[in-house]
Structure formats: structure tokens, C-alpha cells
């Protein structure tokens, strides 16, 4: 029309009015795959522009495209809890309204036939769907105007079950390319009615039309005159008595169809739907702002910028882009005393201004950073409480502006993606490790990465209360707009790792980073708890078994993704890291599959000296905030550690994977006596410093005898019957658990609760670890240096905490109308 009549356009645009809408949605179909199906070669501005129109029109119809098998529908933002939810819960919730709602409205067919978007909603339909629905849309393409609802089945193959269950919803109109057509339409076919009543109707009918006119005929065209009679004098069915008619007839069980009957002859498919209505100056506003009431207010705290300063008044520039306004008056509280608010003002100094009014007409914010009113709390308006709660005010609303602040930093560098993938959210970190809280561990989400348009964080439940962060680097990226560097890169890269899509990273990095995690999480010397609480495990073990080295795996709270070893010789616990990675764990700068492989190699080695590779206290303190690992630590990035424990428990009966637990004798080769539980040989097997029927043993070089102890023993679950064992393999020990130092890997891990140890090698007999990077204290691990020592050589044996099968202590630390809007209302049709 424009092509052909350019001139026109002057004069037709004069009689237009501007309408805002909102373009949630379009952005959505902007870069969804229907679009390019829909609309092949055009620019991205002009899918959105179209989908702005179509929404505007037919909500319905356009949501409902959105609803395809990508489901780019989940990306529409409709409550701000929906992020409990999980991607299918959602969309169940979203296939339910958009049932309702198409068999509410009814679909008019010959109109979709001529604008084929309209079909979308067609899936919804009772009786159909998305393959039943696209099988009758290519039919009903094919053959083009239908002019009775009895050619679904004669001409479009419809079975009868479902077309007993869809006709009622699907309207046979004048419409689309019928309606140039002069071939006869049933007014029926536009109702409700459904052709097992239409005999109903058309007797009704011509009971009404014979009183009303006198005249009686039982011709068939007398019964279409008959409907077309009642339909066009409405007032006929409202007055007329249907109490007695249905009791003439004896039908008293019909009322009810009756009813719809009589709705549907006086106005067919009437829509219940909220009519259109443009959007009100308050609606302009946040729509063109993109802020909502709850982030734009008056009394909220906001950052502003100045841009110029011009006489008594500064001019400023909210995050959002709206124009701030600062005074001098409300500048401070000694404006009297200032003579130029440019002697305090700078361009671009950033402000905290509360925001004291909003001009929206204008598109203008007042605002306010004196002491006075900054400390003031009466603009503030406690939202969204329910109206019998009550609780100290001021208290409450001191907490809700901690709360408030935290979020608005961590927003401050957020940024939507427009990336539609089940296991990615919109969030920020504090939301993600909400979302998280109540799942278990090994559970993650993928969401945008403060650090801009090129990097994603996945972020992983390690354990309850404990989070890490890792960073995917996206590449391929086009920056011709701002669309284009929204959307995910065509490479993917997590460390040396590169990959396709987020399936890929789900596939090969995520799934088996997990299985592991798992894996030490249900092996059976793991202990929950922290650091300080599983060294007191360990030392009530030790005190009562005192000639076996126990030893016990836990969470490092401090970076998570790595777990801690610990193991007390003769009376300090000494720590060596153990890292997570999706090909095993790194311990001591090996790779292991298995825990029990690293178990056998942590005993069969743990006298072979690394002090000449591990770094000092000094420089492994400050190598902690480092990223790529050197040694055993994880790989992953920034990490979380909250103090609270709450959650559900994981299975710790896993029948396979990594370190998996079957049975007891999984462990102990068969019942053989030469093999310890974890696959290590028997140390008097012909190495350690004895025999089997030796009481003392030879010191081997270490030119000194056992002081005090007969038979040191291993104990891999004493409780289960394990035997002790002879002696052990290697007498002299480095008293000092610096056989690996934490390399810093995991990043900034921050931490609410847990031991104060940082992140070093150290010696003597404290076994403290060196450098802390978090706060706390511990008293036995001050960290003294590598002063060697020899006192712990005179306990040679193995032991773990608690009995195989788990027997030890544990300090056990360890609506559906609400998405209906915008998709229930009606279209703008005018």
C-alpha cells in the first residue's frame, strides 16, 4: 500500500495517533527462530516493529508464536518469583493459560488462512496439538476458505474424536478469503454452539420466530430465517421465559446448554477478554524508562552522575538514562554557605541521591543528598507486606536499604542476555545461589557475567551454603549492534576447554564435573562440616585410636570446588588441598579418576618431599586471588561460601561413578589380606620399615626406633573388622603439611563462616597454613614456617575417621492468573 500510494502517506499519517506499546515481547521475537521463518531477510528492527503491530492486534496469536519448540517464551519476564521455578514448571504454567485463553477466544480460521501468523494458537486448541495442529494448517493453507465445520472431517481429515473435541472452538466466518465469497455460511458455525445443539438452537429459534411472527414453517430455510430472525432482534431471547419452555419440553437437564445458547444467538463468540485500552502517562513512563515502581520511587536511593552544572542546579544522569535534577537547596544542608554549587560539583562525579520526586510527563527525576533528608525515612513505603504483618519499623526498613544496596551493586553491571537455553537464567549471582539454596549439591545455572557482553558464569552448588562461579568466554562475536553482542558467541571456552553451545558445555564439562563432585561427596571418608570442625573429628579419632593416622576429606569452605585432606600423624591436622576438575581430581599435580587411586597414592607417598616445588608461605599467600591452578587446587573461578547449612542431603549410595560406594568389600580386593581398602598394598607385603610379625620394626633410614608403639596400624573402617596392619611405607616425615600448597585457583572465594586459614605450606608441629586469605583465626594453625621435626615419625600408622560404612561421628554442619498478563487481554483491532 505504501509502495504503490507514496504520496498519500502525508495526508493519512495526519488522522494516525502514536500509540507506546510494550516491547518485551517483540525484542523476544526479534531474535527467535520464527521470526527468520516468518519474515526471511529482513533486519532485525523491522521483525520487532512487525511483532510490536501484531501484538498490539492479537496478543494472543503473537504470545502463542512465541510457544514453538524452542520455547523462546521463557525468556518473557512475567512475576519476579518466577525464577523458582524451573523452565518446565513455567512452561507448564504458560500451556495451561494459553489453553484457556484460545478455546475462550476462539480461533476464526478463515482469517488465519489468509494471515498464516495468526495460526499459532491453533496448538491450544482442545483436541489438537502441535503436530495435529500443523498437519490442519498446511490442509487448510492448501485448500484455502472454508465455508462449513463440517469439512474438517470431510475435506481436511480430521478424525472424529477430535473434531467432536475441537469444533466447538474453531469459527467458520465470513472472514479472510471468504469474504468475498457469496457461497451459503451457516451462522452457527460462528458460535460456541456445537453441532451436536445446533438441532437445540434452531428449535429454540423457531419457537421464538413463530411467536414473535405468527408464521410457521418447518422448511429449512425456514429455520435459518428463523436464527437469522433471533440474532438480529437480541431482545427476543433476553425476554423470553425459558423456565416454562423447558419444562413444556421436559428437558429441565438442558438448562445449562440452553443458556450458552441463548449467549451465543445474542452475541457468538463474544469476547470476555478486557478490551484495549492505550497505556496511561504512569505506563508511558516505565515503559519508556525501562524502570518499574519498584526501582524508581519516590525516597530510593539511586546513583546519578553529573553531566553539566549550570547556576543553582546540577544536571544529572540516572543508570536508567532519565535526566536527574540536584539543586543547590538539596545539594546540602549548608547550601547557605555555598556560593557556586559548581565549587562542589564536578562533571561526571558520581552522587547517592535519594530521589525526592518524579516529573513523568517529562520524563525528569528530582533529587536530594543532603544529610538530613538522606537520613530521613519519609518517603520511604514498605511494599508488598502483607496487611497483618507487623515489625519495628525502622529496623526493617534498615534492612530492607542493606538489602536494597547489596542488590543494586550487583545490578550495576548486569546485563540481560538474549539467550534462550533451559539451563540459563537472566539473574545476578546473589539470585542464582538464591535459586540454588534449596536444590542439591551439583546443581547449576548458567547466567550473564558481570564482566560484560563476552563472558557467562556458571555457577554450581557445591555444597549447601557453598557456591563457585566459573567464567565461560564467548567468542565469535558480531558488534555491529547491540542486539548482536547480546546474543551467545559462536564459541564457547572455559579454560583450554572450547565449545560449541551450551549443550556442549552441559555434556562434556558440567555432567562430568558433577559426577565427581558427587563422588567424594558420598565417599565414605568425607565429613561435612568445616575445616575447624573436621579436624575435631579427626582428633577425637585420634585420641582413641592413637596409633593409626587417620585422615578425613571435606569442603574447602574457603574455595569452594576444592576439597580439603586432612590427616593427623601424632596431634596437629595437617591439610593438603585436592582439587575438582571434570576429568577427576588434582592432587599433588597428578590427575586421579578414582578417590581410592588418590587414597592409595596419598598413603603410599606422603613422605616424598615437594618443598623443593611447593612455594613458601609467603608467596602462596599471595598467590590465592590467582586463577590457573599450579598443583591440586580447582580450576574454577570466584566462589561463595555461605555460612548457614540448609538444603536436602544427596545420595551416598551411588552404585557407580568415581569413588563409588557399593559395599565394603568393593574396597578390600576380594578379602584378600594384601590389599588395603583403598587398593593399596599391605605394607608388610615386602616394603615399610617391618614385618607382619615384627613388634618393633626397622627404622629403614631413618636410624631411629619407634618410640612407644608395638604395631602401628591403618584403619580404613576398624568397625567393619579391618585388621591392623603392619607397618607403614616411608618413616621419615616433613612435619609440616605443606606438601601442597593452595595455588590460588578458585579466585576470591568469600567466606561467612568457617576456620581462618589462608592459603600456604608451614611447619612444625602447628601445622598451621600460611597467609591466610580470610579472615578468622584457628589457634592450631598459625602457620609457623617449615621448621622440620621429627616427633611425628614415631607413630607410623594409617587411620581414617569413623568406620567404613560411614559408623563415625558427622558434626551434620552439614498463580496461574498472575502469567496470565497481556496474554488474556484483548488486542487493539482498531
Known sequence: ??????????????????????????????????????????????????????????????????????????????????????????????????VDATNQVGLDINLATSHEWLFAPLQFISGLGPRKAASLQRSLVRTGALFTRKDFVTAHGLGKKVFVNAVG?????????????????????????????????????????????????DD????????????????????????????????????????????ELIQGFQDWRKQYKEPTQDEEFYMISGETEDTLAEGIIVQATVRRVQGGKAICALESGLTGILTKEDYADDWRDIPELSDKLREDDILTCKIKSIQKNRYQVFLVCKDSEMRNNRYQQVRNLDRYYHEDQSSLRSE????????????????????????????????????????????????????????????????????????????????????????????????????????????????PLVS???????????????????????????????????????????????????????????HEYVGLYPKGFKFRKRMFEDIDRLVAYFQKHID???????????????MVPMRSPATGGSSWGGSTYEGGRRGQSFDRDRSSGPGSRTGRNDYRSGGSRDSHQSGAPRPYSGRGRGSYNNGRGNSGGNERRDSGYDKPKWDSGTKDGDEGWGSFPGAKVQNSPGKEAFPGGWGTGASSGGSGWGGGASGGDNSGWGGGASGGTDSRNSGRGTSSSKRDSAQGGWGAAGGGNGNGSDSGHGSPGGLAMGILDGGNNS
Open 516 to 574: 565427581y563432585l558427587k563422588a567424594m561427596l558420598s565417599y565414605r571418608k568425607f565429613r561435612s562440616g568445616t575445616k575447624a570442625e573436621v579436624d575435631e573429628l579427626l582428633m577425637i579419632e585420634k585420641s582413641q585410636q592413637p596409633t593409626r593416622i587417620v585422615y578425613a576429606f571435606g569442603i574447602c569452605h574457603e574455595h569452594p570446588g576444592t576439597f580439603i585432606l586432612t590427616y593427623i600423624r601424632s596431634t596437629n591436622p595437617h
Open 169 to 217: 472452538f474453531l469459527r467458520v466466518r465470513r472472514s479472510g478469503l471468504a469474504a468475498s465469497s457469496s457461497q451459503f455460511i451457516d451462522v452457527l458455525d460462528d458460535t460456541r454452539i456445537h453441532p451436536e445443539s445446533y438441532g437445540l438452537a434452531q428449535e429454540l429459534a423457531k419457537v421464538i420466530y413463530e411467536k414473535d411472527s405468527g408464521d410457521v414453517n
Open 608 to 622: 616424598d618431599s615437594l618443598h623443593e616445588s611447593a612455594p613458601s608461605i609467603r608467596s602462596v599467600a599471595a
Open 220 to 263: 429449512d430455510d425456514a429455520l435459518e430465517m428463523a436464527i437469522e430472525h433471533v440474532k438480529e432482534r437480541p431482545n427476543l431471547l433476553k425476554t423470553f421465559v425459558f423456565d416454562k419452555y423447558l419444562e413444556d419440553k421436559k428437558r429441565e437437564n438442558k438448562k445449562e446448554t440452553f443458556m450458552d445458547i441463548r449467549r
Open 400 to 511: 530492607q536499604e542493606k538489602v536494597r544496596k547489596e542488590k543494586e551493586l550487583a545490578k550495576k553491571h548486569f546485563k540481560p542476555r538474549m539467550i534462550v537455553h533451559p539451563r540459563f537464567q537472566n539473574i545476578t549471582a546473589d539470585e542464582a545461589m538464591e535459586f540454588l539454596s534449596d536444590k542439591d549439591p551439583g546443581e547449576s545455572i548458567i547466567r550473564p557475567s558481570s564482566r560484560g557482553p563476552s563472558y557467562l558464569t556458571l555457577t554450581l552448588k557445591v555444597y549447601n551454603g557453598v557456591y563457585a562461579h566459573k567464567d565461560i568466554v564467548e567468542g565469535g562475536k558480531e558488534h555491529k549492534d547491540i542486539t548482536s553482542v547480546l546474543r551467545i558467541g559462536k564459541t564457547l571456552k572455559i579454560g583450554e576447554d572450547t565449545f560449541e553451545d551450551l549443550d556442549e558445555v552441559m555434556d562434556r564439562y558440567v555432567d
Open 1 to 98: 500500500m505504501v509502495e504503490e500510494n507514496p504520496r498519500d502517506v502525508g495526508h493519512e499519517m495526519d488522522e494516525l495517533s502514536i500509540v507506546y506499546g510494550d516491547e518485551s515481547l517483540p525484542r523476544l521475537y526479534e531474535n527467535s527462530r520464527i521470526s527468520s521463518d516468518q519474515l526471511p531477510g529482513q533486519s532485525g528492527i523491522v521483525k520487532r516493529a512487525v511483532a510490536l503491530g501484531r501484538y498490539l492486534q492479537n496478543p494472543l496469536a503473537m504470545v502463542a508464536t512465541l510457544c514453538g519448540p524452542a520455547r523462546e517464551i521463557l525468556s518473557w519476564k512475567l512475576n519476579p518469583l518466577e525464577n523458582f521455578l524451573t523452565p518446565d514448571e513455567k512452561y507448564t504454567v504458560i500451556e495451561q493459560v494459553m
